[in-house]
């Protein structure tokens, strides 16, 4: 089996916290109700079958460790005891290996990758159009965040790299945290990020995680839930998508 090329977007964080896995999650939902079908690949440890509560579904497909979550979106749990300890070339082939025997017949692969830095998220960046490096306004989240910037632009893959702003109070306030950011990263590594979009701080989106309902099955219409559709508005329509990056061929 083969894949041509894979359409892809990673969800990375440089600290944990920030919502990275809750933001994966309805991001694929909200790529999956414009009618893309969508592959929600979870290489983060698991964190996503409990926020999307996966036995409420109880969908099997037809491939081994992948369920249906919402409409048009897929889950697949990679088998991975301990995403850290990837170290050698012989780790990342069989998890390319393990995308290459899921990815085909998707119109786009979302990676909720790993927290901080390492061969699996270089890995996965390396493949995806975009990556979505996300922040909230806690400054040991904007550091985290920095390092993973600075950490992408060592490995060649920030020009296809941009910030999403999670929690913020207004518009106002992640326009002054894209400003703070942007001084930091082009003092120090060089690099500007464009900004993919930012998320409002909702209390209804942190029950929705106690609830272990996705936010946009359980609360359509509210303010966050606006953004996730304009984040995957966004990325639809702004051409992120149309790239070519990864071409894949098993081996």
Same mark, same amino acid.
């Given at each position: ?5 894979? =359409?892809? =977007? ?9 919502g990275?896995s809750? %933001?994966?999650? #309805? ?8 009618? @893309?079908?969508?592959l929600?690949f ?8 409990? @926020? ?12 081994? #460790? %992948?369920?249906? =979550? ?10 991975i ?8 070339e +012989?780790? %990342?082939e069989?998890?390319? #290996? ?5 990815a085909?017949? *998707?119109?786009?692969?979302?990676f909720?990758? $790993? ?6 998220? *270089?890995?996965? /960046?390396g ?5 979505? $490096? ?10 985290? /965040? *920095?390092?993973?910037? &600075?950490?992408?632009? #060592?490995?060649?893959?920030?020009? &296809?790299?941009? @910030?999403?702003?999670?929690q ?6 992640? /326009?002054?945290?894209?400003? &703070? ?7 120090? =590594? ?11 701080k909702?209390? $209804? ?18 303010? +966050?839930? &606006? ?8 990325? +639809?329509? +702004? ?6 990056? /990864?071409? @894949?061929?098993?081996?």
């Amino acid at each position: 089996m083969a894949v041509d090329k894979i =359409i892809a =977007i990673t969800v990375l964080s440089g600290k944990g916290g920030v919502g990275k896995s809750v %933001i994966s999650l #309805n991001l694929a939902i909200a790529l999956g109700s414009s009618g @893309l079908k969508i592959l929600l690949f979870d290489a983060g440890g698991g964190d996503i079958a409990f @926020l999307a509560n996966n036995g409420l579904f109880d969908q099997k497909s037809d491939t081994p #460790n %992948i369920s249906v =979550i919402a409409e048009n979106v897929n889950l697949y749990s990679a088998l991975i005891s301990n995403p850290y300890s990837f170290q050698d070339e +012989s780790d %990342i082939e069989k998890f390319l #290996n393990s995308i290459v025997e899921v990815a085909p017949g *998707y119109d786009c692969v979302v990676f909720d990758c $790993l927290t901080g830095t390492g061969p699996l998220s *270089y890995t996965l /960046a390396g493949l995806s159009e975009i990556s979505l $490096l996300v922040t909230t306004p806690d400054p040991t989240a904007i550091a985290g /965040a *920095y390092l993973m910037a &600075r950490a992408l632009k #060592n490995n060649g893959l920030a020009s &296809r790299a941009e @910030l999403l702003i999670n929690q913020v109070e207004s518009a106002d306030e992640a /326009a002054s945290l894209k400003t &703070r950011f942007d001084i930091l990263t082009k003092k120090f =590594i060089d690099c500007q990020f464009k900004q993919a979009g930012y998320i409002h701080k909702d209390q $209804l989106l942190a029950e929705s995680v106690l609830e272990q309902q996705p936010f946009l099955t359980w609360q359509a219409g509210s303010q +966050s839930s &606006r953004d996730f559709l304009r984040l995957a508005e966004k990325l +639809s329509l +702004s051409g992120g998508l149309h790239f070519e990056t /990864a071409f @894949l061929k098993s081996q």
